[in-house]
């Protein structure tokens, strides 16, 4: 599967999403009624994601979460979450309220709050899933747009607060660009990546780096696919984190587990943040095949790093419409 498309539906994608949906043990009733605010994830092989909003008023549910188990832990999810953001934040959304079973965890780290669901009022409270398509089991949580935060980012907003150059990290620094890390375990393939689209994206307002706990070699079908795409990381070389111990950042970005938990100590005011994907190099088969997984990880890196430099103020137009 080697390209992951985001994009609004259409009436004739309703049976696919009705049969992912069903798939996951997931309600479907309402889902016509919203269906023009669904965004579906598609590759070759069909509608692979799902993700959508019932808006009601300032406040709207987001539910059908959905992604394919074969494309599961590898950021799909993420990407769906973070286009959806945008799209509530366009309709004027200020208030999200989910129900789940399964994935309270999950978006406890998204900034979602747990709430005693009877505190909801408001013609939310009529939609399918509060009346009865979800289980009395489900827990209810919400999320406040543009001011409910992680604990992380709490932190951080206090630490760059107290510090003499406070200003310098909200947004774009004044007359400066803003300096982003970009941290994996071999510095061969997901940093090497997503620093290329970012440096892509950022068109000179954003210094980034990449690095890697245990630095290797930039890996060659890296370098392939995204020559395919018009992004030429070839002068890229393996970094190791400890060249950037002592130098003044903005952003710390981990994509891999491995690298946030053996990440030394970087000294300084900087926010971090932590976005897995799943490591191409490991990918068996022959070398198409090989390369079809690198594309794959490729695309889900760009969407990120597209929100990723929506979230550090950089122009609109960098977001997927």
């Known amino acids: 599967m080697n390209h992951v498309r985001i994009r609004r539906t259409s009436e004739a994608d309703y049976n696919a999403v009705a049969e992912l949906l069903k798939s996951a043990s997931l309600p479907t009733e309402g889902v016509v009624e919203h269906f023009q605010h669904f965004l579906v994830a598609e590759n070759e092989i069909g509608i692979v ?8 008023d300032d406040s709207a549910l987001l539910r059908s979460a959905v992604v394919h188990p074969s494309l599961q832990n590898k950021g799909l999810g993420s990407v769906l979450y973070n286009h959806l953001i945008e799209n509530a934040k366009s309709l004027g959304v200020r208030r999200l309220i989910l129900l789940t079973n399964t994935a309270e965890k999950y978006f406890a780290k998204k900034g979602f709050k747990k709430i005693d669901g009877k505190s909801v009022s408001g013609p939310i409270t009529r939609s399918v899933e509060f009346t009865g398509a979800c289980p009395s089991s489900a827990v209810c949580m919400e999320l406040i ?3 409910e935060r992680s604990e992380e980012s709490k932190a951080n907003e206090i630490l760059r607060s107290s510090h003499p150059s406070a200003s310098l990290r909200t947004g774009l ?3 400066d660009r803003l300096k982003v890390l970009i941290l994996c375990t071999g510095n061969s393939c997901r940093s090497q990546m997503a620093e290329g689209w970012l440096r892509h994206f950022g068109e000179g307002k954003i210094e980034a780096f990449s690095a890697g706990t245990h630095p290797c070699f930039v890996h060659p079908l890296a370098i392939q696919v995204m020559q ?5 990381i070839s002068s890229h070389r393996s970094k190791s984190v400890n ?19 053996e990440c030394p100590y970087l ?14 190099s490991f990918a068996p088969g022959t070398t198409e095949e090989r390369l079809n ?3 794959q990880v490729r695309d889900i890196i760009k969407e990120e790093i597209r929100g990723i430099a929506a979230q550090m103020g950089l122009a609109a137009e960098l977001m997927v419409a």
Not at 228 to 232: L, P, Y
Not at 243 to 261: H, M, P, Q, S
Not at 267 to 280: L, N, Q, S, V
């Open 267 to 280: 000294p300084g005011i900087h926010t971090t943040i932590h976005m897995p994907f799943e490591d191409p």
């Open 293 to 295: 997984e690198f594309r």
């Open 49 to 56: 994601g799902a993700i959508s909003l019932e808006v009601y």
């Open 228 to 232: 395919e795409v018009g992004v030429d």
């Open 173 to 175: 620094p004044q007359n």
């Open 243 to 261: 060249e950037f111990i002592g130098k003044e950042l903005d952003y710390v970005v981990t994509v891999c587990d491995n690298a946030r938990e």
């Open 145 to 147: 747009l543009n001011s």
